[in-house]
């Protein structure tokens, strides 16, 4: 989706513009956290009133000391943002200093939390009985039974999940076709029996929404009731609202379950499977990646 005119209000919104027009042609299929930092950019030129598109070291670094809440991995993005937009006003003839990432940002150390067996399956349980204190036509919650189930099967990415289109979904082959994934690569899922009866059992109720057209191949397969695509911070809310009724975890963690983290579970549960089967793991390690959309 295009910015509206106006979006970006100093100096650099032109360039700025063309900046993410350029990465969209190349091929970044999801620019909403790149636009943010390009907006986070946008104020502190306008703030302190730098107009001189020549980006210089101590530009970057008065920009720097105002980032004094920001994470070591946040910072790392950032400045790698900059770093490409500052490649891409040298590629126009507007020469600028090329910032150099931290790097103790580099790394994510970020500790995922992995479900038991027995909490998948309290969530399933609390997932089916969630239900809503007003009526609201913008919640995404019944969908949450599939979603859930659906993470957790395929190893699916939250965003990837949600921006599967109907099309995408083939019922008879139950084959899921993952064509907007993280780094660009189309890659398949399966739909075990559990799954394909979930996804056919929400489709089902989703299609008696009186809204003309919301079973087309090119709408969103995971809707609100008013059928739009969800947001990824609605489903969030919703996740936690099930981890808190569901009282995972009861005690403290280094850090607290997430969505995500469902991914992450399912990786971690394929290859305990494997292990039990006694498969050679190492040699299954590459088709774990592949289920996951890791590059290999």
């Not at 006694?278 to 590059?295: A, C």
Request: include cysteine; hydrophobic fraction near 35%; charge should be positive.
């Amino acid at each position: 989706m295009e910015e509206p005119k106006g979006f970006y209000k100093s100096r650099f919104a032109p360039y700025i513009n063309g900046f993410l027009t350029e990465k969209k042609q190349k091929g970044l299929s999801d620019t909403k956290v790149l636009k943010g930092f390009m907006l986070e950019f946008d104020k502190f030129f306008q703030e302190y009133s730098i107009t001189d598109l020549n980006i210089t070291e101590d530009v970057i670094l008065q920009w720097r000391n105002t980032r004094i809440s920001d994470g070591k991995r946040t910072l790392y993005y950032k400045y790698t943002a900059w770093v490409n937009f500052c490649r891409y006003l040298c590629s126009i003839g507007i020469e600028c200093y090329i910032p150099r990432p931290p790097r103790e940002g580099s790394q994510n150390d970020y500790i995922p939390y992995i479900y038991t067996s027995q909490e998948i399956e309290l969530i399933f349980t609390t997932v089916d009985k969630l239900r809503i204190d007003i009526n609201r036509n913008t919640t995404p919650m019944f969908v949450m039974p599939a979603i859930c189930r659906l993470l957790y099967s395929t190893g699916m990415r939250i965003s990837e999940a949600l921006s599967l289109k109907n099309e995408d979904l083939d019922f008879n082959k139950r084959l899921i076709y993952i064509n907007r994934a993280k780094n660009g690569q189309q890659r398949l899922a399966v739909m075990n029996d559990s799954l394909l009866s979930v996804l056919k059992e929400y489709r089902t109720f989703r299609n008696f929404i009186p809204i003309h057209n919301l079973d087309s191949p090119d709408r969103h397969f995971f809707t609100t009731q008013m059928g739009r695509k969800c947001s990824v911070g609605n489903i969030r809310v919703w996740f936690h609202k099930t981890l808190s009724y569901a009282e995972i975890p009861k005690q403290t963690y280094i850090n607290q379950p997430r969505i995500h983290d469902l991914r992450h579970t399912a990786a971690v549960h394929s290859l305990q499977k494997l292990i039990s089967l006694g498969t050679d793991i190492y040699s299954e390690l590459p088709l774990v990646s592949m289920f996951l959309g890791h590059k290999i």
